[in-house]
């Protein structure tokens, strides 16, 4: 039988990269994307359902897929208030698990980040954290939170000094062995295809998946 997929954050760098996946990917019949603005140009395949994601649970009865994809994130830079910021990082990860518990989605996937820590004292990593886990709590059976390190990838939006970030990251990057593997530049193209592959796959325990093993997922041909 052909799947029903949920996406939150398509207009983003993975979340556009996973809808170009699963446009493509004949397992899944139906695609849903919640968000704040309407994506020209797709198929019928796709359903669009717009609104405000901080109401997310006024789509309850329109939430319902075999998979969520979350992949939702917002920066220090576009959003200096730190209350709308966890309203959008924390707020709509946490939203969409509970939505998918109580409609019985038994798949949830999202992207979180390197140094999430419910414990930390560093706010973004902290807000992080607390999604995580709050995730986990609702007990959705194949859960799976994704930690990428920087991410590389063409972005619509200009952020000149991330630019200079990854440059500098890639020429430092040989140095990155052992343990240090998992704070190598990932691209959003191994996000996207590590998510698809573990919504399709029993084999993966691990709730957690950082960086290193995210590329190790993206490169497994399940088809």
């Known amino acids: 039988m052909k799947k029903t997929a949920i996406i939150l954050g398509a207009s983003g760098l993975t979340g556009g990269l996973l809808l170009e996946k699963l446009?493509?990917?004949d397992r899944y019949e139906t695609i849903k994307l919640f968000s704040r603005s309407r994506i020209e140009g797709l198929p019928i395949k796709v359903q669009?359902?717009?609104?405000?994601?901080?109401e997310l649970e006024k789509f309850k009865n329109?939430?319902?897929a075999d998979e969520v994809y979350c992949c939702i994130g917002t920066t220090a830079k576009k959003t200096p208030d730190k209350t709308m910021y966890k309203n959008i990082d924390y707020g709509i990860p946490v939203a969409a698990a509970t939505l998918a518990k109580e409609n019985g989605i038994p798949t949830y996937l999202v992207v979180s980040a390197m140094g999430a820590n419910k414990k930390s004292s560093v706010f973004y990593n902290r807000?992080?954290?607390e999604m995580e886990q709050d995730v986990v709590n609702q007990g959705i059976?194949?859960?799976s939170i994704l930690r990428p390190s920087l991410i590389g990838g063409d972005r619509e939006e200009q952020r000149v000094l991330e630019k200079i970030g990854?440059?500098?990251?890639?020429?430092?990057?040989?140095?990155?062995?052992?343990?240090?593997?998992k704070y190598k530049i990932i691209n959003a193209e191994s996000i996207a295809q590590a998510m698809l592959n573990l919504a399709n796959t029993t084999s993966n325990t691990d709730v957690i998946i950082t960086s290193n093993d995210i590329e190790q997922l993206a490169k497994r041909n399940l088809k």
């Open 48 to 54: 669009q359902y717009i609104g405000n994601l901080l």
């Open 23 to 25: 446009l493509i990917d």
């Open 166 to 181: 990854l440059v500098l990251f890639k020429v430092i990057q040989p140095l990155f062995i052992g343990t240090l593997k």
């Open 127 to 129: 807000t992080k954290g």
């Open 62 to 64: 329109e939430f319902t």
């Open 141 to 143: 059976p194949n859960t």
